[in-house]
């Protein structure tokens, strides 16, 4: 029965196949939309990984390590508007840690800067911006420490006599590899990565992913009319419910299977666009975090279809009471009001996040000084 349902979808004319295509494309749009909804999640993820290196300073931070002190000072500066971090470091010995994306110590009267600053500093004048960083600038920080290709971070080589004693300076002997259980105010930038992800992941999946999945559900009730009086005719000529429902089915999870095929491409098409939409509101992504995850790319290969095939059983109701069951349609009932607590709740946690919604700690903002900021 399956094969002849298959047979039936693709063999049905150019009707049967425009309807196929049709229902392909919007599903197609809506699997593109999903797969880059869930990759720019998961770029949000790794960015604010990338980011904890910078927590390497915080006093609620206690891991030690059999390594050569290393003096660490986190502080910030402004420069056309923009900010950007700078961090001196002063290593006690051989074995002192490094931060990622470099792959040594600079030396004192060197810095390494990401590329963004030091585009930024070679097309600036230096008594600018260039002259505010002592030294010569001898190399780049690679993206293992950068949360966009747009981050403006320097690491500045010092001696521990320049440091100590500074404001905001300390020693350390491991460079942090995960967030802090807590931050006692003490965790970088931790109002905007801290808050910012919590918030992105729970109001982005409902404000987009089911949508999105509404959206889909619904493209594959297309041409719902025809294809109802096509089933109807189907039951005159002696088809059994049951057989109806399984060639809808197949012809329904068909054109899905179709457009999710084509919806993995679409994604692929949409990367380079998705990796500039700040969804953080701050900086553009990497392209190579904008991945899938295996569980959520087979939750969409066999997600759609059945789902697809669900929502045309469901559609076909009417048509299974009897033969005649397109003639004997009775007008729908109004929406209830039950249709509107998805929409309540929605509001509920996002008024939740801005009025009360705050964790103890993260409520504190870069101060306009530099050395204030620890």
Not at 20 to 25: D, E, Q, W
Not at 45 to 72: C, F, I
Not at 193 to 206: C, Q, W
Not at 212 to 223: C, G
Request: hydrophobic share 45%; glycine share 8%.
């Amino acid at each position: 029965m399956i094969a002849f349902a298959l047979r039936l979808a693709v063999s049905g004319g150019r009707e049967a196949l425009a309807r196929l295509a049709m229902i392909a494309a919007a599903v197609a749009i809506g699997v593109g939309l999903l797969l880059s909804t869930f990759a720019g999640m998961n770029a949000v993820e790794r960015t604010n990984q990338r980011q904890v290196w910078l927590d390497t300073g915080a006093a609620s931070r206690t891991e030690q390590a059999p390594a050569d002190p290393l003096w660490w000072r986190p502080h910030g500066d402004y420069y056309d508007g923009k900010s950007f971090t700078e961090v001196d470091v002063a290593a006690t010995g051989p074995t002192s840690p490094v931060p990622p994306g470099l792959t040594h110590l600079p030396p004192p009267g060197e810095y390494y800067a990401s590329p963004a600053l030091a585009k930024l500093i070679r097309d600036t004048p230096a008594d600018q911006l260039g002259d505010r960083f002592p030294g010569r600038l001898t190399g780049t920080i690679g993206d293992a420490a950068l949360a966009s290709p747009d981050s403006l971070i320097a690491v500045i080589g010092r001696t521990p006599a320049q440091l100590k004693g500074t404001p905001g300076a300390r020693t350390v002997t491991t460079i942090a590899g995960t967030r802090p259980a807590t931050c006692d105010n003490a965790c970088w930038d931790n109002a905007v990565r801290g808050d910012a992800l919590t918030l992105i992941s729970s109001v982005v999946a409902g404000a987009l992913i089911f949508p999105v999945l509404i959206f889909i559900a619904t493209a594959t009730r297309l041409s719902a009319a025809t294809r109802e009086q096509r089933y109807a005719a189907m039951r005159l000529v002696g088809a059994t419910p049951r057989q109806v429902s399984l060639i809808s089915a197949v012809e329904s999870a068909l054109a899905a299977a179709v457009g999710t095929a084509i919806g993995f491409g679409l994604y692929a098409a949409l990367r380079p666009l998705v990796a500039t939409v700040p969804l953080t509101g701050q900086q553009r992504f990497f392209l190579s975090d904008l991945t899938l995850s295996a569980p959520q790319a087979l939750c969409v290969v066999v997600g759609v279809p059945v789902a697809a095939a669900i929502a045309a059983l469901l559609a076909l109701r009417r048509v299974t009471v009897s033969p005649l069951g397109v003639t004997r349609r009775v007008t729908p009932r109004p929406p209830r009001a039950w249709r509107l607590l998805p929409l309540l709740a929605g509001l509920a946690e996002l008024a939740y996040f801005v009025f009360a919604g705050r964790r103890p700690g993260t409520a504190r903002r870069r101060p306009t000084s530099p050395a204030s900021w620890w």
